[in-house]
T-cell receptor, first 109, second 114 residues
Framework: GQQVMQIPQYQHVQEGEDFTTYCNSS?????IQWYKQRPGGHPVFLIQ?????EVKKQKRLTFQFGEAKKNSSLHITATQTTDVGTYFC?????????FGQGTELSVKP | DGGITQSPKYLFRKEGQNVTLSCEQN?????MYWYRQDPGQGLRLIYY???????QKGDIAEGYSVSREKKESFPLTVTSAQKNPTAFYLC?????????????FGQGTRLTVV
């Protein structure tokens, strides 16, 4: 069956450093979404990627969808303390909408 | 205001009791979902409904039940058969269940069983 791994599970960075989380699938994905969950909060939609090789930017955040549509990444440039939280990818698995395991980002001021 | 509402925010129950978590949306969304989140863990899908009067099991449906009698409501019952019910429960909705529309989440219900 389809396997999607999100890595790393945790990332601790100094404020100003970059951060990247990856979702890697064993099969082709129709699309992928990214969400952010602040500590104690609920997930909030960030973006959706649909096309092969797609790259989208939101200020310091860059989202990529691989050419084979099996991999996706979220990159944050020059992290700030407001970036703290857990970042999840979300994908369609046979009609079920499944979240990746998440990457928890902590930022040291 | 349009949105998705979960109640209560905190819930305490004795072991062996059934408990129902409420989820209501006024976004006119067809699809609704229940996820469970344990500390430091991801979100696991319990049940989902693509349309009113229909629902399917997710990955961890054992010990849970749902109903979807109205488009705007998707209550989740945590039964006594659920072996470890203490968790954070999140309800979500989206326009369709195709996976290419944004999911909106409620604020969550934190259930503690003592």
């Amino acid at each position: 069956g389809q396997q999607v791994m999100q890595i790393p599970q945790y990332q601790h960075v100094q404020e100003g450093e970059d951060f990247t989380t990856y979702c890697n699938s064993s099969t082709t994905l129709s699309n992928i979404q990214w969400y952010k969950q602040r500590p104690g909060g609920h997930p909030v939609f960030l973006i959706q990627l649909v096309k092969s090789g797609e790259v989208k930017k939101q200020k310091r955040l860059t989202f990529q969808f691989g050419e084979a549509k099996k991999n996706s990444s979220l990159h944050i440039t020059a992290t700030q303390t407001t970036d703290v939280g857990t970042y999840f990818c979300r994908y369609n698995q046979g009609g079920k909408l499944i979240f990746g395991q998440g990457t928890e980002l902590s930022v040291k001021p | 205001d349009g949105g998705i509402t979960q109640s209560p925010k905190y819930l305490f129950r004795k072991e062996g009791q059934n408990v129902t978590l409420s989820c209501e949306q006024n976004l006119n969304h067809d699809a609704m979902y229940w996820y469970r989140q344990d500390p430091g863990q991801g979100l696991r899908l319990i049940y989902y409904s693509q349309i009113v009067n229909d629902f399917q099991k997710g990955d961890i449906a054992e010990g849970y039940s749902v109903s979807r009698e109205k488009k705007e409501s998707f209550p989740l019952t945590v039964t006594s058969a659920q072996k470890n019910p203490t968790a954070f429960y999140l309800c979500a909705s989206s326009i369709t269940a195709t996976g290419n529309t944004e999911a909106f989440f409620g604020q969550g219900t934190r259930l503690t069983v003592v």
